[in-house]
């Protein structure tokens, strides 16, 4: 089982980028996939989350209208679009994996870091001019 995140950069604020996790190991549809981030000396931070058939998201409040998750299945991706970057948005961004396709109803639990199985590498994002 593996995730690799990439699509990380330098961006300017009110920028965008898109990062892409591809997944390989597993077939897409049994697993809801989730984004987090950390920026330095901080805490991993939820970010957003989507279901296995896609239908259903979350997203952080920092990031609720600038940020959305979506998945291709087809082409074993998940993705993070972010637009109207911020200053505050620069960390390293993890792609992860839980084993279960269906989102709890509990926001704490999809949320929470503990839940997810699978996690890729990391990729950095700096916002700054």
């Known amino acids: 089982v593996q995730l690799q995140a990439s699509g990380g950069g330098l961006v300017q604020p009110g920028g965008s980028l898109r990062l892409s996790c591809t997944i390989n190991?597993?077939?897409?549809?049994?697993?809801?996939f989730g984004w987090f981030r950390q920026a330095p000396g901080k805490d991993r931070d939820f970010v957003a989350t989507?279901?296995?058939?896609?239908?259903?998201?979350f997203t952080a409040n920092s990031v609720k209208g600038r940020f959305t998750i979506t998945r291709d299945n087809a082409k074993n991706t998940v993705y993070l679009e972010m637009n109207n970057l911020r200053p505050e948005d620069t960390a390293v961004y993890y792609c992860?994996?839980?084993?279960?396709?269906?989102?709890?109803?509990?926001?704490?639990?999809?949320?929470?870091?503990?839940?997810?199985?699978?996690w890729g590498q990391g990729t950095l994002v700096t916002v700054s001019s």
């Open positions: 190991g597993f077939a897409l549809d049994y697993y809801a």
């Open positions: 989507i279901s296995g058939t896609g239908k259903s998201t």
């Open positions: 992860a994996a839980h084993s279960n396709p269906v989102l709890s109803p509990s926001k704490r639990n999809r949320e929470s870091e503990t839940k997810y199985d699978y």
